[in-house]
């Protein structure tokens, strides 16, 4: 007969590998290595062994039995998970506001970036087309991205990574240096996507 804490255990698991599939916020690798790893931890709980596996690190190993990848793939679902700020991608197209009518210029662009506020770090993707490139953007650009170093290169709060944490209760201090020395983890952790509601269909009488 299974045990309450075992069945307790069991459910608990359950319910968080349904989280896990429904979570927006992770991608394909990340969920896999995320039920993974959920898996590997219900066994660990169950049989008792879960803090010498965990402190050798051994657990990290059969994911990549489990999952048929390497260590390589596990670095880089941990790295791709580490909380920061990640400005939104560089435009091919000129960004500047048009005179006569509404709306931005939209030709290709044949320079391109992302500029930084000095204060806050926040970065807005800008391109400029032939017509429209000139001197003094690419100063003003220059200039801001120098204050912004000089202030220490501050960042606003993070909008990407930290979903893994949400469902695996581990030392990520650890296994973001592990994954990536090169990186520090920011502080904050964005605050999750809601999944998409569904539609519920209820079948019953007259007592529903």
């Given at each position: 007969?299974?045990?309450s804490?075992?069945?307790?255990?069991?459910m608990?698991?359950?319910?968080?590998?349904?989280?896990?599939?429904?979570?927006?916020d992770?991608?394909?690798?990340a969920?896999?290595?995320?039920l993974?790893?959920?898996?590997?931890?219900?066994d660990?709980?169950?049989?008792g062994?879960?803090?010498?596996?965990?402190?050798?690190?051994?657990w990290?190993?059969?994911?990549c039995?489990?999952?048929?990848r390497?260590?390589?793939w596990?670095?880089?679902?941990?790295?791709?998970?580490?909380?920061?700020y990640?400005?939104?991608?560089?435009?091919?197209?000129?960004?500047?506001?048009m005179v006569?009518?509404?709306?931005?210029?939209?030709?290709?662009?044949i320079?391109?970036g992302?500029?930084?506020?000095?204060?806050?770090?926040?970065?807005?993707?800008?391109?400029y087309?032939?017509?429209?490139r000139?001197?003094?953007?690419?100063?003003?650009i220059?200039?801001?991205?120098?204050?912004?170093?000089?202030?220490?290169?501050?960042?606003?709060?993070?909008?990407?990574?930290?979903?893994?944490?949400?469902?695996?209760?581990?030392?990520w201090?650890?296994?973001?240096?592990?994954?990536?020395?090169?990186?520090?983890?920011?502080?904050?952790?964005q605050?999750?996507?809601?999944p998409?509601?569904k539609?519920?269909?209820?079948?019953?009488?007259?007592?529903?």
């Amino acid at each position: 007969m299974m045990a309450s804490t075992d069945l307790k255990a069991l459910m608990g698991s359950h319910q968080r590998m349904i989280a896990i599939c429904h979570d927006p916020d992770l991608d394909a690798d990340a969920k896999l290595f995320a039920l993974c790893t959920v898996a590997i931890m219900h066994d660990m709980i169950t049989d008792g062994s879960a803090e010498g596996r965990i402190k050798r690190g051994r657990w990290l190993s059969e994911v990549c039995a489990m999952t048929g990848r390497d260590g390589h793939w596990v670095r880089e679902v941990i790295r791709n998970d580490i909380p920061r700020y990640a400005p939104p991608e560089p435009t091919g197209y000129c960004t500047t506001p048009m005179v006569g009518r509404e709306g931005l210029c939209g030709k290709g662009a044949i320079i391109r970036g992302i500029e930084r506020d000095p204060f806050t770090g926040e970065g807005t993707p800008y391109g400029y087309c032939s017509r429209h490139r000139n001197h003094d953007d690419d100063w003003r650009i220059q200039q801001q991205i120098k204050q912004w170093n000089q202030n220490g290169r501050p960042e606003p709060a993070p909008n990407a990574g930290g979903v893994l944490r949400r469902y695996i209760d581990i030392d990520w201090a650890r296994l973001y240096h592990w994954a990536a020395p090169d990186m520090t983890p920011a502080e904050v952790v964005q605050s999750p996507t809601l999944p998409k509601p569904k539609l519920v269909v209820l079948q019953g009488g007259k007592d529903v």
